[in-house]
């Protein structure tokens, strides 16, 4: 195993940016990869908590890694079209929702008009979409706000902000329709109107953590493209047996 200089890694459009200032001052960031160069992992760690994301998961270099904690959160990071391989690690155990599938677009947006009844929210229009808001980072200041409006109601919305340290990739924070008005394609609509605006200011859409196959169909339906799968596990190092 071997340490190697931070730098920004792309696979299978999964961005870390291990250069950014503002990512190297928030956590402690470090990158290694295995002697053939075949995987590699980022460590992101602050006071009482450690994150590792693996790129391939070759057993050794794994097992080498995770023996420098006590306990950890992990993720396997896997291209489209690939399947998780056993692994097979003394002290890793699946998380209850184990399987988060990101999606993003690189190309132009469809060549399709934004449905009329969404609106990007100016900031003193939060108040509108408060009352069915899940999350309240979701009205953060960085975060823009895009509501499905009708008769002066919000029947759902999509949040999303620039990722932490890079402007010119955004990803959603969330996106919620209400139960009464599910299965009309608003949660697509919004997803496209997202895709959309984003693209047409050049930069990056991405759509992580989707967890559930109604918002990853959303995500396919509104053009954004599968581009992998992380795999989430807790580890927590066996006691030695005497």
């Known amino acids: 195993m071997r340490r190697i200089a931070p730098q920004r890694l792309c696979y299978s459009m999964e961005y870390l940016d291990l250069s950014s200032p503002e990512m190297r001052e928030k956590?402690?960031?470090?990158?290694?990869?295995?002697?053939?160069?075949?995987?590699?992992?980022?460590?992101?760690?602050?006071?009482?908590?450690?994150?590792?994301?693996?790129?391939?998961?070759?057993?050794?270099?794994?097992?080498?890694?995770?023996?420098?904690?006590?306990?950890?959160?992990?993720?396997?990071?896997?291209?489209?079209?690939?399947?998780?391989?056993?692994?097979?690690?003394?002290?890793?155990?699946?998380?209850?929702?184990?399987?988060?599938?990101s999606f993003a677009r690189e190309t132009p947006a469809p060549e399709a008009p934004?449905?009329?009844?969404?609106?990007?929210?100016?900031?003193?229009?939060?108040?509108?979409?408060?009352?069915?808001?899940?999350?309240?980072?979701?009205?953060?200041?960085?975060?823009?706000?895009?509501?499905w409006l009708e008769n002066g109601s919000v029947l759902g919305y999509i949040s999303c902000s620039p990722c932490e340290g890079m402007a010119d990739i955004w990803d959603v924070n969330y996106i919620f329709t209400l139960p009464e008005y599910r299965g009309r394609g608003i949660a697509t609509a919004l997803a496209y109107a997202y895709l959309k605006d984003i693209r047409e200011q050049g930069l990056v859409p991405y759509y992580s953590g989707v967890s559930n196959p109604a918002s990853a169909a959303a995500a396919r339906k509104a053009g954004f493209t599968h581009c992998c799968t992380r795999y989430a596990f807790n580890y927590k190092r066996p006691k030695l047996r005497l």
């Open 27 to 101: 956590w402690a960031i470090a990158c290694f990869s295995n002697h053939g160069g075949t995987c590699f992992a980022v460590v992101w760690q602050s006071p009482g908590w450690s994150m590792v994301n693996f790129i391939g998961c070759e057993k050794n270099f794994c097992k080498a890694l995770l023996s420098r904690f006590k306990t950890a959160n992990i993720a396997f990071v896997v291209p489209p079209g690939k399947a998780l391989q056993k692994v097979r690690i003394h002290g890793l155990k699946p998380k209850r929702t184990f399987a988060y599938e």
């Open 114 to 147: 934004i449905d009329p009844r969404i609106r990007l929210l100016a900031k003193e229009e939060y108040d509108l979409v408060r009352p069915i808001v899940k999350q309240k980072e979701d009205l953060a200041d960085e975060c823009t706000v895009r509501a």
